[in-house]
């Protein structure tokens, strides 16, 4: 009997995996035909706790007693009503574990008792009675299927013997137990079901399920939170619809990947109801059913809040390093092992290395070791308290700039030292400056002082010469003391023309600006120094280029200018030199005062001058002499006076323009002058 029972849960388990979830129409088909086999033997009880109680509801005396002693004889509890009614009131009474009822009584009939057993709300919480209807061969009009979906048990045949009685009872208690057991299952599931389903929709992420066209199977409730809107709306609708236009190649092509059986991993945009764009990080999973993948499980997890904050963090970056990067200073940030880790345009245009030269190389690669040592000693952390300094510095092309520059440390969140911050400015301009300034306080004390001294020397000057030529005609022609006074008079005329020099130096007289072609003045200038140009076999080169403005100047004032540069050219060309003269017209803003303070300060933008080069390639000048040749009294010639370049620098400073020099020893000498155009 045990492995009767065995195979018939087994069966039922079978049926409910193919999904035959009509329960009844397996026990109707079963049972009846169970009816009709040969009677077997009587089960032995298997049941563990206790007696069941069976009840009997049949208006039959004789049948009554025939079961009672059939079924208590098989170790049941047994009980008879001969009424349907007190059928009722002894299901209510004694809630029996099983009943027999007959189908045909007088006054309430079976069935009637089965509808209200199975429908009245008064015997809901018996309605998982199982229930066998008796009837006889000729009850053909009974509408079992009716009665099967409100849930009978079995049907049995009149007349029939004690083993069929006995087997049809035990069939249908196993039945039930079954059933009941399948029932608390689904009732773990279900509420397993619900459990889960709770965690799902009220999850903080949007929890899907694609098929393999990429249409919604399942969406939780936290679409409609996010996007908002309704799931419902968007069941059966291509997942893809909802992704941002500018994302669904990249969509497309992960789900593609998670079809393949490949989890993946992205980010996208999802379009919302606002128009808003949704930033979502998506992490989607291939579906399987047995080995097949029937398409894809999906978690959406809302990062819009993130992508803003790294979108600010983006921007505040941004915004700092365009802060950085358009500052005029130089700023170059290093690590504490001299590593440059930071290099601003500012940097770049100083010293013309470009930032990708120069991150991630140490310092001292970059400048040489006496420079890098003196901005950042070794083993030296940088003192904040000290005040800003002054070097020169080699760039890029090896030419040298004045820096002014601060080291300050570097501290990060912890406040703890991490590297080294260099802020540095190109202040080339700004030590000429001082050096001009310095020049012309210079010049103007000289011109004082010459002024003072040709005005107290001149009258004695005067006195000797005359007092030398009165002497002289005393003496006969063939006196060599007349040769003596001759020298005297000539010694004299030489410092006299000295002392006009330095009151020309003293109180220069104002230009009489007119326009001029440079040649013309070039060529008066030549034909003083053609002599010896040609002496010393000197190649002298003209170079003007094509429509050259007028220059707008003092022609006599301009004749001295260069004179006294061509002059200085000459003295410095060995035999077969080059002597060039190049002019070109050039664009500039200059800002200068005059030296005496006569006149305000002069400010010119982006007017044309004419560029004038006069260059050599003799000896050149020593560079620690370049500063000073300006200057009055500075010469390096045995006999010169030191003052014609110092002329030159302030007739051109009188005439609004500017004059530069650039010389390396043995390789000749370049000095450049911007002259003025007609401001017209």
């Known amino acids: 009997m045990r492995e009767k029972k065995t195979n018939e849960e087994s069966n039922f388990y079978k049926l409910k995996e193919k999904g035959v979830n009509d329960l009844e129409n397996f026990l109707q088909d079963h049972i009846i035909q169970s009816s009709q086999k040969t009677p077997v033997e009587t089960p032995k009880k298997t049941y563990p706790s206790g007696k069941k109680t069976i009840l009997l509801i049949d208006d039959d005396a004789q049948m009554i007693e025939s079961a009672r002693k059939i079924i208590a004889d098989a170790g049941y509890n047994f009980l008879a009503a001969t009424t349907g009614l007190l059928g009722l009131d002894y299901i209510v009474k004694y809630k029996p574990d099983l009943i027999l009822l007959d189908h045909l009584m007088p006054g309430l009939s079976g069935v009637e008792v089965f509808e209200r057993l199975k429908t009245r709300q008064r015997f809901s919480h018996l309605a998982d009675i199982p229930v066998i209807m008796l009837t006889s061969k000729s009850e053909n009009r009974i509408d079992r299927n009716s009665l099967f979906e409100l849930g009978l048990s079995a049907f049995l045949i009149k007349p029939f013997g004690h083993r069929e009685l006995l087997n049809v009872i035990d069939n249908v208690f196993i039945i039930n137990q079954v059933w009941r057991k399948n029932k608390e299952l689904e009732q773990k599931i279900r509420r397993s079901e619900y459990k889960y389903q709770d965690l799902i929709e009220n999850a903080n992420d949007i929890i899907f399920t694609l098929n393999l066209k990429g249409d919604f199977m399942i969406i939780n409730r936290r679409l409609k939170t996010l996007t908002g809107f309704s799931r419902d709306e968007w069941l059966g609708r291509s997942f893809f ?92 940030t290093t690590d504490l092992e001299r590593k440059v880790t930071s290099f601003n345009l500012g940097a770049e245009m100083v010293l013309g290395y470009r930032s990708e030269e120069v991150v991630g190389k140490y310092i001292d690669d970059i400048l040489p070791p006496d420079q890098s040592g003196k901005i950042l ?70 011109g004082v002082l010459a002024s003072g001294m040709a005005h107290e020397i001149k009258n004695p000057i005067a006195g000797i010469k005359i007092m030398a030529q009165s002497l002289r005609e005393e003496f006969e022609m063939e006196d060599t003391h007349r040769e003596y006074l001759t020298r005297i008079v000539n010694q004299v005329n030489k410092l006299d023309k000295l002392l006009r020099t330095l009151l020309e130096y003293a109180k220069p007289r104002e230009p009489e600006m ?17 002599e010896k140009v040609r002496k010393k076999q000197i190649t002298f080169q003209k170079n003007y280029a094509e429509n050259l403005p007028k220059i707008y100047v003092d022609f006599h004032q301009m004749q001295q200018v260069f004179i006294n540069l061509l002059i200085n050219a000459v003295d410095a060309l060995p035999e077969e030199g080059i002597l060039r003269i190049d002019a070109d017209i050039a664009f500039t803003s200059l800002q200068q005062k005059e030296r005496r ?9 982006n007017v044309p001058y004419v560029e004038v080069k006069v260059k050599d390639n003799g000896c050149g000048i020593k560079k620690e002499s370049l500063n000073s040749i300006f200057d009055p009294f500075y010469t390096t010639k045995p006999t010169g006076t030191g003052l014609g370049l110092s002329i030159v620098y302030q007739i051109i400073r009188e005439h609004n323009g500017d004059v530069k020099v650039e010389s390396q020893e043995n390789r000749g000498t370049t000095f450049t002058i911007l002259l003025p155009t007609n401001p017209e």
């Open 241 to 332: 619809d909802l992704v941002a236009p500018e994302d669904r190649v990249e969509a497309r092509e992960n789900f593609t990947k998670a079809l393949s059986g490949k989890a993946r991993i992205f980010e996208m945009r999802m379009i919302s109801q606002s128009g808003t764009p949704l930033f979502l990080s998506m992490n989607i999973n291939p579906l399987f059913e047995k080995a097949d993948v029937v398409g894809v499980v999906g978690i959406a997890r809302d990062i819009t809040q993130r992508k803003e904050l790294e979108q600010e963090i983006v921007e505040l970056k941004n915004f700092h390093e365009s802060i950085i990067q358009s500052v005029e200073a130089g700023l170059i």
């Open 377 to 446: 000693p070794d083993g030296m952390p940088p003192d904040p308290s000290s005040l800003n300094r002054e070097m020169e510095i080699t760039t890029k092309d090896g030419n040298s700039v004045y820096i002014g520059f601060t080291v300050t440390p570097r501290i990060d969140n912890h406040n703890l030292r991490v590297g080294n911050i260099i802020s540095f400015r190109d202040i080339s301009q700004i030590k000429q400056m001082q050096m001009e300034v310095f020049r012309m306080d210079r010049l103007a004390s000289m």
């Open 514 to 530: 007119k326009n001029y072609n440079l040649d013309s003045v070039i060529n008066e200038v030549y034909f003083l120094i053609e």
């Open 597 to 605: 303070g006569r006149k305000p300060l002069v400010t010119t933008r």
